[in-house]
């Protein structure tokens, strides 16, 4: 069976595909903007949650902390302050910002639109913007939406408590730095951080590239993200073997098609602005079917991305190589070993 194309993530555990702009959606009033639900507590055992977020410029959200809530914003379209501790940097496509528990932040989308893809741990943090926000039934996002509700509408009780928000309407973020060489590394632990595009780590398995943003090191062992690239102008790719994972995954296409087999069953086809969801414990096969393919995978643990660093090299270009590089067998089943990752 194929994996199903569905409008909203579905909430049985298994496998599912998001087609363009589809997705559980909401929008804050005022916001103007929508968040679009791609998979939350229920679909992953409160692991993650990952969202895009689309909009026009907005103020609207405040300085605010989460004490246990672990936050992130990946910049894929238009442009993006973002406050986290004591810096702020413009992020532009690709521009990526970790915002572990404690730390005062505050995102402003510049637009002119403005395309994000968050993920937060837990997952059901997210029951915060299902509580303050509507139902959104339209097409893209209420560009004309100017109702002045503000993120906390009405919010009465130990709120900041059972939602973990915690808002600072004093506070005073401080000015716009440049980019430097330090967000062009991960750190060692979890710690506020700003990574530029295309400037961070590259790991190469064969002929399958990843560009690791976060990695469990990052994010205290709860989730894990990466840009995965590949080519169908290889012979082989270990991907092609079934892999199961311990975690969830959610890759977010961009270019080219990527066919995903799940078990012994038929190819499914994800595009660029679809969603291809992948639960734990479910063997699952990759097929790069174009030229260049690429694609962000979010994990909620050790996923794709675990798998090539720990299995494959260090790499020092940016583009794909013309050819795929040989890996080495025994290296491959320690990295599974290590992972506990299903080799098959």
């Not at 894929?76 to 986290?84: I, K, P, R, S, Y």
Request: net charge negative; hydrophobic share 35%.
């Amino acid at each position: 069976m194929s994996i199903p194309r569905v409008k909203q993530p579905p909430t049985d555990g298994s496998s599912y595909i998001l087609p363009q702009l589809e997705g559980e959606i909401f929008t804050i009033p005022g916001f103007k903007s929508v968040f679009r639900m791609f998979t939350s507590q229920e679909q992953t055992n409160n692991g993650m949650a990952v969202f895009a977020w689309d909009g026009v410029k907005n103020d609207t959200a405040p300085f605010h902390h989460h004490k246990y809530a672990h936050d992130i914003f990946l910049v894929a379209e238009g442009t993006m302050l973002c406050w986290n501790d004591d810096q702020c940097r413009l992020l532009g496509p690709g521009d990526f910002a970790s915002v572990p528990p404690g730390t005062i932040h505050k995102p402003y989308p510049q637009g002119p639109v403005t395309k994000a893809i968050d993920l937060i741990t837990p997952g059901d943090w997210v029951n915060f913007f299902r509580h303050v926000s509507d139902k959104f039934d339209g097409l893209i996002f209420p560009e004309w939406d100017d109702r002045k509700q503000g993120m906390f509408p009405n919010l009465v009780g130990n709120w900041e408590e059972e939602f973990d928000v915690y808002a600072h309407p004093d506070h005073v973020g401080c000015e716009v730095s440049e980019w430097s060489e330090k967000d062009e590394i991960l750190p060692d632990g979890e710690v506020p951080y700003y990574l530029k595009a295309n400037m961070g780590p590259r790991w190469l398995l064969g002929g399958v590239l990843s560009r690791p943003f976060m990695t469990t090191k990052q994010s205290g062992g709860r989730s894990a993200i990466s840009t995965i690239e590949s080519s169908n102008a290889y012979s082989s790719s270990v991907f092609q073997r079934k892999l199961t994972f311990a975690a969830h995954h959610c890759l977010v296409m961009f270019d080219g098609e990527l066919k995903v087999y799940i078990g012994d069953g038929p190819a499914s086809s994800v595009r660029p602005g679809e969603v291809c969801f992948l639960p734990a414990k479910v063997a699952f096969r990759l097929e790069f079917a174009s030229k260049y393919v690429r694609f962000w995978s979010f994990a909620s643990g050790d996923g794709i991305e675990a798998l090539i660093g720990e299995a494959g090299e260090r790499y020092p270009g940016q583009a794909l190589p013309d050819q795929e590089k040989p890996w080495d067998e025994q290296k491959l089943k320690e990295a599974c070993q290590k992972l506990d990752i299903s080799i098959s």
